[in-house]
């Protein structure tokens, strides 16, 4: 059975733009950059031929890794989910209960987590934690830097998709 992967509209769209660049405008200018490299003469010595094709050789594989997580994305969208419990897509306001700190995280997965931008995947220590959870419920989540507790102070759904 194929592990689906689930992704919002956003991230959908982002890593089908990624893909595109590559094949249409990375790929092009790698191979292009690999013939003129050739035609400096001995490859043996030439840093920038070898430089390419290890360029080309990390393209090829982000293309495949891409194409990947693109056919077996649940694609989500984050502005149509139910708010009464914790689910992938809503954004989810904290109480951290040992600083008394407010912060809010959007559910996402993996490939479009950005704590920077506010959102964290539903596979780390604290979203697989809030999965399910509804307004006043305690979360204990273990992280690689101890255990953190908190309380669910709000359930929203995003306004992008």
């Known amino acids: 059975m194929v592990e689906r992967i689930?992704?919002?509209k956003t991230g959908y769209q982002r890593l089908k733009e990624e893909l595109e660049r590559l094949e249409r405008k990375d790929r092009r200018e790698v191979v292009q950059a690999i013939e003129t490299a050739r035609?400096?003469?001995?490859?043996?010595e030439?840093?920038?031929y070898h430089a390419a094709k290890e360029?080309?050789?990390?393209i090829e594989g982000r293309i495949l890794e891409l194409k990947?997580?693109?056919?077996r994305a649940e694609v989500i969208d984050c502005t149509k989910v139910r708010c009464d419990r914790?689910?992938?897509g809503t954004i989810v306001s904290l109480l951290d209960l040992d600083t008394n700190e407010e912060?809010?995280?959007q559910l996402l997965g993996p490939e479009e987590a950005d704590v920077k931008k506010g959102s964290i995947s539903v596979l780390s220590p604290l979203g697989s934690c809030l999965i399910g959870k509804e307004v006043g419920d305690d979360v204990l989540a273990r992280t690689p830097g101890g255990n953190r507790e908190f309380e669910v102070t709000g359930i929203s759904a995003a306004e992008i998709a």
């Open 68 to 71: 990947d997580k693109l056919s």
């Open 86 to 88: 914790a689910v992938f």
């Open 55 to 58: 360029r080309q050789g990390h």
């Open 103 to 105: 912060i809010s995280y």
């Open 46 to 48: 030439n840093a920038e």
């Open 6 to 8: 689930p992704m919002s």
């Open 39 to 44: 035609g400096h003469g001995d490859l043996k």
